[in-house]
């Protein structure tokens, strides 16, 4: 099992994103009952096409979880921490302990990059929305909001219609948002052209 990026082609000296990445959620074990004690089941991961790509066991204990794969052929297995801190409400809320023995940071996700796996921080991952050039970030938003609403994305395409069972108030500030996006993106092309005095 070599996670996606795991190659050769994967760079340390750029960040690459969590998008390429398989990633364990504690939240998702949570929510599901996963975490009780003694429990066995498996994680899987699937392509575009449905198709299981990957796959590994996880084992519950009482103060984290025993995860169990194989990574080119060679077997790992070894224990997660797990820790919990409550909620405002009541109830607890979970995450693992990154088991870089020098990190040790709370986070509710791990991703696996080569042969273990880590926090984002320690496999310096970032977001792709942090890797989109800043003269491309309003428009994305905007096309984004106008997806969201089932319209076709693009300026070209006027602003949709309210979709039926959304309140006008939130139609309004959808609506808000994407002419914000768009005089924004206005702002940056203007200046990328020369269009505005910067002196």
Not at 137 to 160: C, E, N, T, V
Request: hydrophobic share 30%; aromatic share 14%; with cysteine.
């Amino acid at each position: 099992m070599g996670g996606p990026g795991s190659g050769q082609w994967s760079r340390w000296n750029t960040k690459s994103t969590v998008e390429g990445y398989w990633s364990l959620d504690v939240r998702q074990w949570h929510r599901k009952g996963l975490l009780r004690p003694l429990l066995r089941f498996v994680v899987s991961w699937c392509n575009q096409e449905g198709q299981e790509t990957a796959s590994l066991g996880v084992t519950t204990l009482q103060d984290g979880v025993e995860r169990s794969y194989s990574y080119e052929g060679d077997p790992q297995r070894y224990r997660l921490p797990l820790t919990w801190t409550p909620c405002p409400y009541g109830g607890r809320r979970p995450w693992f302990v990154c088991p870089n023995m020098a990190c040790g940071r709370r986070v509710a996700k791990l991703y696996l990059r080569g042969r273990y796996f880590r926090c984002r921080g320690c496999h310096r991952l970032t977001y792709a929305s942090q890797r989109e050039a800043r003269c491309y970030q309003a428009m994305s938003r905007a096309h984004k909001i106008q997806h969201r609403l089932w319209g076709p994305p693009g300026f070209a395409y006027p602003f949709p219609p309210k979709p039926k069972g959304m309140h006008w108030r939130t139609y309004d500030r959808w609506q808000r948002k994407f002419n914000e996006a768009v005089q924004a993106d206005w702002g940056v092309t203007a200046k990328k052209l020369g269009w505005l005095d910067t002196s």
